[in-house]
């Protein structure tokens, strides 16, 4: 297998014939694998190129690319497609040319992409790793790790702004660059691609690696700038994460009305305290004795009345779920199976309903609609996660396009 090791760089004249050379030594301890080295350098005009090509001409496994555009994304993204297309990488790695991480790390990370990993991820913060940056970006690491961990909800990852990686060209191919920010002028697109990875149902693996502080030139890192980025970024993975739970709250919004509304005419003729009608729509049903009775329930007008009016929150849920909380996941069989599986899971959170609705009438002496938001605050949560693993699955990860040209 080919590896290829894209170095983005811009203004590295003092480290890349070094990063270079440390790069090129571990062919031996990775003999598996046919090892190349990859510049791709946005134009540098401090001679960066000339050092390069310079290199290249006694070595044919070291590459040249003039990206001509600056930005850490563009140099990474548009190196990798070079990579694949020119190069002929199956799989690709990528480090700073500053000399901040250390290619010995590399036959450990490579032995994990033998195993069956998608992407293996160089984590500062897990247990073994090192972070040797000054005290601020440290700050910066630790807090962008708690805050995408809170926002993407990605709890098994510690690492996610470290451009040391190793993946699979299958992966690259299978990202939708579109989605991410990757021409950017921060260093947004890290924790971008790793979402991206993770958004294909890559099998990722994180390995403990030190990081170390540049020992010559200056650092290009944008801190605030590319704090903002990552704040942005976090929101909008949050919101795309929880867009379908915002459907489902809306479309449960408008049941509990349904429900709320129906109920209080069959039992009262009434919606909450308005009057509507002079008598209940089902008066003719006895509130008090004189209905029929199976073990410990009584089939009385409250009783009634809110068996209907669930169920028709049930197929007014059910009717906007399919059509549009849950259209884009999978539709597995027929519609009226799916009517009949949702009726089915649908069992607990009426149960819940009806018994909180009479509970709190009955026992507690409170009005039914109290009994009824509580209830559908408490079947909210097992109804959605019963839907999502049941009746609306997520569809299998596909490849979505091709990386840019």
């Given at each position: 297998?080919?590896?290829?090791v894209?170095?983005p760089?811009?203004?590295?004249?003092?480290n890349?014939?070094?990063?270079?050379?440390?790069?090129?030594?571990?062919?031996?301890?990775?003999?598996?694998?046919d090892?190349?080295?990859?510049?791709?350098?946005s134009?540098?005009?401090d001679g960066?190129?000339e050092?390069?090509?310079?290199?290249?001409?006694?070595?044919?496994?070291?590459?040249?690319l003039?990206?001509?555009?600056?930005?850490l994304?563009v140099?990474?993204?548009?190196?990798?497609?070079?990579?694949i297309?020119k190069?002929?990488?199956?799989?690709?790695?990528?480090?700073d040319?500053?000399l901040?991480h250390?290619p010995?790390s590399?036959p450990?990370m490579?032995?994990?992409?033998?195993?069956?990993?998608?992407?293996?991820?160089?984590s500062?913060?897990?247990?073994?790793g090192?972070?040797?940056?000054?005290?601020?970006?440290r700050?910066f690491?630790r807090g962008?790790?708690?805050?995408?961990?809170?926002s993407?909800?990605?709890?098994?990852?510690?690492?996610?702004?470290?451009?040391?990686?190793?993946?699979?060209?299958?992966?690259?191919?299978?990202?939708?660059?579109?989605?991410?920010?990757?021409?950017?002028?921060?260093?947004?697109i890290?924790?971008?691609?790793?979402?991206?990875?993770?958004s294909?149902?890559?099998?990722?693996?994180e390995?403990?690696?030190?990081?170390?502080?540049r020992?010559r030139?200056?650092?290009?890192a944008?801190?605030?700038?590319?704090?903002?980025?990552?704040?942005?970024?976090?929101?909008k993975v949050r919101?795309?994460r929880?867009?379908?739970?915002?459907?489902?709250?809306?479309?449960g919004t408008a049941?509990?009305?349904?429900?709320a509304?129906v109920?209080?005419?069959?039992?009262?003729?009434?919606?909450?305290?308005v009057?509507?009608f002079?008598k209940?729509?089902l008066?003719f049903?006895?509130?008090?004795?004189?209905?029929?009775?199976?073990?410990f329930?009584?089939f009385?007008?409250?009783?009634?009345?809110s068996?209907?009016?669930?169920?028709?929150?049930i197929i007014?849920?059910?009717?906007?779920?399919?059509?549009?909380?849950?259209?884009?996941?999978?539709?597995?069989?027929?519609v009226?199976?799916?009517?009949?599986?949702?009726n089915?899971t649908?069992?607990?959170?009426?149960?819940?309903?009806?018994?909180?609705i009479?509970?709190?009438?009955?026992?507690?002496?409170?009005?039914?609609?109290?009994g009824?938001?509580?209830?559908?605050?408490?079947?909210l949560?097992f109804n959605?996660?019963?839907?999502?693993?049941?009746?609306?699955?997520?569809?299998?990860a596909?490849?979505?396009?091709?990386a840019p040209?």
């Amino acid at each position: 297998m080919r590896l290829v090791v894209v170095v983005p760089t811009y203004n590295e004249k003092e480290n890349i014939e070094e990063i270079i050379k440390k790069v090129l030594q571990e062919a031996k301890n990775i003999p598996d694998f046919d090892l190349h080295v990859l510049v791709s350098d946005s134009h540098s005009p401090d001679g960066t190129a000339e050092k390069v090509l310079r290199i290249s001409k006694d070595n044919a496994r070291v590459h040249y690319l003039d990206v001509k555009e600056r930005g850490l994304g563009v140099g990474i993204v548009i190196g990798h497609r070079y990579a694949i297309d020119k190069l002929k990488a199956d799989v690709l790695a990528q480090m700073d040319g500053d000399l901040s991480h250390d290619p010995a790390s590399l036959p450990t990370m490579l032995e994990y992409i033998k195993k069956g990993y998608d992407l293996v991820n160089g984590s500062r913060l897990m247990r073994g790793g090192k972070n040797l940056l000054g005290w601020h970006r440290r700050l910066f690491t630790r807090g962008s790790s708690l805050y995408c961990r809170l926002s993407w909800g990605t709890f098994h990852l510690t690492e996610y702004t470290n451009s040391y990686r190793v993946f699979t060209k299958k992966l690259f191919e299978n990202i939708d660059f579109s989605k991410v920010p990757w021409r950017a002028r921060t260093y947004i697109i890290q924790p971008a691609f790793l979402y991206a990875a993770i958004s294909v149902g890559a099998k990722i693996k994180e390995v403990p690696i030190t990081f170390e502080d540049r020992k010559r030139g200056y650092s290009k890192a944008q801190i605030i700038s590319y704090t903002f980025d990552v704040l942005k970024f976090g929101i909008k993975v949050r919101f795309q994460r929880s867009k379908t739970f915002i459907k489902f709250l809306m479309v449960g919004t408008a049941s509990y009305l349904l429900n709320a509304i129906v109920l209080g005419l069959l039992n009262r003729g009434q919606i909450y305290a308005v009057g509507v009608f002079a008598k209940p729509l089902l008066s003719f049903i006895p509130q008090d004795g004189g209905t029929p009775t199976l073990l410990f329930l009584t089939f009385d007008r409250l009783f009634v009345s809110s068996v209907i009016s669930i169920e028709l929150s049930i197929i007014f849920n059910f009717f906007f779920h399919e059509n549009w909380t849950f259209r884009a996941r999978s539709h597995e069989g027929s519609v009226i199976t799916r009517f009949l599986k949702f009726n089915l899971t649908s069992i607990g959170s009426p149960l819940i309903q009806l018994t909180s609705i009479l509970t709190f009438a009955k026992i507690f002496g409170l009005h039914e609609q109290i009994g009824l938001a509580v209830g559908v605050v408490c079947g909210l949560f097992f109804n959605y996660f019963v839907n999502i693993l049941w009746i609306w699955k997520a569809r299998p990860a596909k490849i979505l396009a091709a990386a840019p040209k």
